[in-house]
């Protein structure tokens, strides 16, 4: 194979795996019926953008291959045609009408015909077998992609809250801790009631999140697939996991201590546990905001069971699916969608508004500088993020009995 065969190879080889990377992308999101995430596009973006450079380069080397084949196969055609203009029997193998055709030819080989020594040759002829165990050098290693690789980088809980852009590294959010008062008045001209509203502040400072690698110039010039889109996508997902880990510790801290759980519970247990912690949530925040669950996968396996996906006309809820196990909304109960994140600890079910909590980020994304020393490009990704309890008691837990 030619160095352009090869090239033209590696670059529709990088064309089909990104191609494929977008298709996997946007399958995710219609699978989980949900938007494309802000770290979904910036990776669409880019792939983008990579196949069209590849593309650019194809051309020429594709019109190049194409010409240099052809000039191949015509050369070969040429040369067959003056071997066979030179050698007419040497075109196709000699073959004796009958056995005793051949054992006249062999004598008259034997005794030195040059013409019949030429037949038996063409008939005997036997070709050389060329098999691959004697062409290793030839024979690429097959990698079989995309590469493997076990990690859910989604943020159901971040999501769910829905990031602000953040507005500096430190500030203040500001919250009313009394309000003004209204009452009756006790009879005519008498006084009214007074009160002044006070308003505190949060304080809110933001947490730099980020990692890097340092990728020798070889590994992303000779690696199929790419090196540097496999490193660069691996960091946003480990982004992705820490922020949303991040989220959940805090808001799991800041929580109320709400209700356990028993053992092994009912649907009514779980239904009642639920209608509890969202009246806790209505008191705390007066209905403002979306009330809604997020709970770690281990208790997913523990009231699943208790709400099957048939949906009974007296269920009270739509169901739990095992196939359908994934981070995301995964069914509801009592009309509280409950979202599945595997960054809250084991044990634990979050029911909260969404106005009791907010999530900040401003994402940097990727980063790249070259080091020529080494031969080296030193690639990062990093963030801004910050979450914040507004209300503590807008958040309640539910939790397993010990």
């Known amino acids: 194979m030619s160095s352009t065969d090869a090239l033209v190879a590696r670059f529709s080889g990088e064309v089909e795996e990104r191609t494929k990377f977008m298709d996997g992308i946007v399958e995710a999101a219609q699978t989980e019926?949900?938007?494309?995430?802000?770290?979904?596009?910036?990776?669409l973006?880019?792939?983008?953008?990579?196949?069209?450079?590849?593309?650019?380069?194809?051309?020429?080397?594709?019109?190049?291959?194409?010409?240099?084949?052809?000039?191949?196969?015509?050369?070969?055609e040429l040369h067959r045609m003056f071997l066979e203009a030179r050698h007419p029997e040497a075109a196709k193998p000699y073959e004796y009408r009958s056995a005793g055709a051949y054992v006249i030819d062999y004598w008259r080989a034997r005794v030195g015909v040059d013409e019949a020594t030429e037949r038996i040759e063409l008939y005997n002829r036997a070709a050389a077998h060329q098999t691959t165990a004697d062409n290793p050098g030839l024979l690429p290693e097959p990698i079989l992609g995309p590469v493997i690789n076990f990690i859910d980088a989604a943020r159901p809980l971040v999501a769910a809250l829905g990031p602000r852009q953040l507005p500096a590294g430190t500030w203040n959010r500001p919250r009313v801790t009394q309000h003004t008062q209204v009452g009756v008045q006790t009879a005519e001209k008498t006084e009214l009631v007074s009160r002044k509203m006070t308003i505190n502040n949060i304080p809110v400072a933001a947490k730099t999140y980020?990692?890097?690698?340092?990728?020798?110039?070889?590994?992303?010039?000779?690696?199929?697939?790419g090196i540097m889109d496999l490193v660069?996508?691996?960091?946003?997902?480990?982004?992705?996991?820490?922020?949303?880990?991040?989220?959940?510790?805090?808001?799991?801290?800041?929580?109320?201590?709400?209700?356990?759980?028993?053992?092994?519970?009912?649907?009514?247990?779980?239904?009642?546990?639920?209608?509890?912690?969202?009246?806790?949530?209505?008191?705390?925040?007066?209905?403002?905001?979306?009330?809604?669950?997020a709970a770690a996968p281990d208790m997913l396996g523990l009231i699943g069971p208790a709400f099957a996906p048939v949906n009974p006309q007296n269920a009270q809820g739509t169901g739990f699916s095992a196939a359908g196990f994934a981070q995301g909304q995964a069914g509801n109960v009592s009309g509280i969608p409950v979202?599945?994140?595997?960054?809250?600890?084991?044990?634990?079910?979050?029911?909260?508004?969404?106005?009791?909590?907010?999530?900040?980020?401003?994402?940097?994304?990727?980063?790249?500088?070259?080091?020529?020393?080494?031969?080296?490009?030193?690639?990062?990704?990093?963030?801004?993020?910050?979450?914040?309890?507004?209300?503590?008691?807008?958040?309640?837990?539910?939790?397993?009995?010990?």
């Open 45 to 76: 973006t880019r792939t983008r953008e990579r196949i069209g450079a590849v593309n650019k380069q194809l051309e020429p080397l594709t019109e190049a291959a194409r010409i240099a084949e052809q000039s191949r196969n015509r050369t070969s």
């Open 232 to 293: 660069i996508n691996d960091l946003a997902a480990q982004y992705a996991l820490e922020t949303e880990n991040a989220t959940c510790d805090d808001l799991s801290t800041a929580a109320g201590a709400g209700m356990a759980l028993p053992a092994s519970p009912t649907a009514e247990d779980v239904a009642a546990a639920f209608w509890a912690a969202a009246a806790l949530v209505y008191t705390a925040t007066k209905g403002a905001g979306r009330v809604f669950a």
């Open 339 to 402: 979202l599945v994140s595997a960054g809250l600890d084991a044990g634990i079910i979050l029911v909260l508004s969404s106005a009791a909590a907010e999530v900040y980020e401003d994402r940097i994304g990727s980063l790249q500088v070259v080091e020529p020393s080494v031969l080296g490009v030193q690639v990062a990704y990093a963030g801004y993020f910050a979450d914040i309890a507004l209300e503590p008691t807008g958040i309640q837990k539910i939790h397993k009995a010990p």
């Open 210 to 225: 980020g990692g890097y690698v340092n990728v020798a110039r070889q590994n992303i010039d000779w690696s199929q697939p």
């Open 33 to 43: 019926g949900r938007d494309l995430t802000d770290q979904e596009m910036e990776l």
